[in-house]
């Protein structure tokens, strides 16, 4: 498994000959990515072939790796939120213009099942007809459904609160301090003072926007909790054998669009060339 930053502490990885960890987060995110690619081909081959029984120790497999991902993600967040919110580096300009505070939203998670469970339903009427089912997402229960539509509601609500909140810190970029700490900075500089002489305003304005980069970690660290909890709410409602098919349909969705959309960036970038 990819190494977490080395101001963890702490090595989760697979050993390597370094016990320091990726540079940047897009390194980490890189080797992630490999390692997804990996556990999608592990999956698609465990779909086939394996049992319920079997089934449950590579599904488990997978959101650890998936938690894995977050907890690397908030250490980089502790030394560069703003890089994490801004991931031009690390994705395609397509999937940055679909990002929710990061990453994907939780809601995506209730989207993709019903779109996946319909074509496999669809897929296997014939089967279902003569009371045949395959164990895919489209043999969901109506037990199954009356709990995910109640952890859907549940997860629109959370998600609703982190935007409103988000949104709340946004509107403190315009509060009375920013304006007067703004203003203040604006009168120097028309009378010809560099503001990094006023040492004292330097660090008003320094920390001013620490603590604006403070809400955004927290805000971060919200959203990441609720779609890694929400993932895991929603594979603890499946069966194995649907959380096998859920999780391909994930990592496929995740690492076609990525790919999609770098390809599309290096063609926007040759043409300038």
Same mark, same amino acid.
């Given at each position: 498994m990819?190494?977490? $930053? ?7 990885g697979?050993k ?5 960890? $990726?540079?940047? =987060?897009?390194? =980490?995110?890189?080797?992630?990515? &490999?390692e997804?690619?990996?556990?999608l ?6 779909s086939?072939?394996?049992t ?5 120790? $590579?599904?488990?497999?997978?959101l !650890? ?28 300009t397509? *999937?940055?213009? =679909? ?6 939203? $939780? ?21 279902? %007809? @003569?009371?045949?089912?395959?164990? !895919? ?16 509601a549940?997860?629109?609500k959370?998600?609703?609160?982190? #935007?409103?909140?988000?949104?709340? @810190? ?14 203040? &900075?604006? *009168?120097?500089m ?5 503001? *990094?002489?006023?040492?004292?305003? *330097? ?15 927290e805000?971060?660290?919200?959203? !990441? !909790? ?8 929603? %594979?603890? %409602? ?6 096998? @098919? ?7 969705? @995740?690492?076609r ?13 040759? #043409? =300038?060339?």
């Open positions: 990819s190494i977490l $930053p080395s101001s963890s502490g702490a090595s989760t697979t390597q000959k370094s016990n320091s960890g $990726p540079t940047t =987060f897009k390194t =980490f995110f890189e080797c992630w990515l &490999v997804q690619n990996q556990h081909q592990d999956l698609v081959a465990i086939q072939t394996r319920e029984e079997q089934s449950w120790c $590579p599904v488990q497999k997978v !650890d790796h998936y938690e894995h991902y977050y907890k690397a993600k908030a250490e980089w967040s502790k030394q560069d939120v703003l890089a994490i919110l801004s991931p031009s580096s690390w994705t395609s397509f *999937e940055a213009a =679909f990002l929710w505070i990061g990453g994907w939203r $939780p809601t995506m998670a209730f989207q993709l099942l019903y779109s996946k469970s319909g074509i496999q339903l669809e897929n296997q009427l014939y089967q279902l %007809i @003569h009371g045949l089912g395959k164990g !895919d997402l489209g043999d969901l229960s109506p037990s199954q459904i009356v709990r995910i539509d109640k952890l859907q549940k997860t629109v959370e998600e609703k609160n982190i #935007s409103e909140k988000l949104a709340k @810190h946004e509107g403190t970029l315009a509060d009375s301090c920013m304006v007067k700490l703004t203003h203040m &900075v604006s *009168e120097m028309r009378r010809g003072d560099g503001y *990094e002489e006023g040492v004292g305003v *330097e660090v008003e304005v320094e920390l001013a926007m620490e603590l604006k980069k403070e809400g955004l970690k805000m971060l660290r919200r959203a !990441d !909790d609720l779609r890694l909890k929400t993932l895991k709410a929603l %594979i603890d %409602i499946m069966t194995p054998s649907q959380g096998v @098919h859920y999780l391909i349909a994930a990592a496929e969705l @995740h690492l669009i990525h790919e999609w959309g770098k390809v599309r960036d290096g063609k926007r970038l040759s #043409s =300038f060339t």
